[in-house]
């Protein structure tokens, strides 16, 4: 587990930005997969906002995905996956005396075709945000499906295709990044380490 952890922080800390190949299990990434699944079926879950003074047209040129918190309360495999978040928030104020002492995590969904165009993840009014953490849930993701992740963190941005198990780490008020079309849906869990 800490090899994961240490794979996260150390790219951050390095070149802005940490990968982790395998950061959840196949196991746990199936179960989630299977929750995110049953969650848009049943029709959980919502577009995505992005402000209060956005309207629900606007908020389509800006990104496209479909969201729903996750609660340890709802699934095994949510509760899972929080708890790996709360062993590697423990690891990084332990190792970086980092501070988090909240987080927030959504099933994202992005339709074949739609977007989130370029941002960064802290707002103006809600400086709460420290660190982003993308974990992916595809299943057999290829380059040709597209759906990168652009992070512009050095002189051209990188390049991340959302295969299922890796997870992206970097922090919420310095890297902005884009999520690029793809030609089948895109599934990930996106969140945010805080500091309130
Ligand atoms: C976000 C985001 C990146 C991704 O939800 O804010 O930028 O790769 N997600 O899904
Ligand atoms: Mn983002």
Redesign the pocket.
């Known amino acids: 587990m800490e090899d994961k952890f240490e794979a996260l922080i150390e790219g951050l800390l390095e070149h802005q930005f940490g990968l982790a190949n395998a950061f959840i299990s196949p196991e746990l990434t199936a179960a989630l997969r299977q929750q995110l699944v049953y969650l848009y079926e049943s029709g959980a879950m919502k577009p995505a906002g992005i402000g209060q003074h956005f309207t629900y047209a606007k908020n389509l040129k800006i990104r496209g995905d479909m969201i729903y918190w996750l609660e340890k309360e709802n699934s095994a495999a949510e509760k899972a996956f929080l708890e790996q978040i709360e062993a590697f928030i423990d690891y990084l104020n332990r190792t970086c005396y980092a501070g988090i002492n909240a987080f927030e995590f959504h099933f ?1 969904r992005y339709e074949t075709g739609s977007f ?1 165009k370029r941002h960064l ?1 802290q707002f103006k009014s809600d400086q709460g945000r420290k660190f ?1 953490l ?1 974990t992916y849930l595809n299943e057999d993701w290829s380059a040709s499906d597209s759906g990168q ?1 652009l992070l512009f963190s050095g002189e051209k941005p990188v390049e991340i295709y ?1 295969t299922g198990g890796s997870a992206v780490f970097f922090k919420s008020d310095e890297v902005e ?1 884009e ?1 690029k079309p793809a030609i089948r849906p895109r599934l ?1 869990i ?1 969140g945010w380490l805080k500091r309130i």
């Open positions: 994202a989130y993840d982003s993308v992740l959302p990044h999520v990930s996106a």
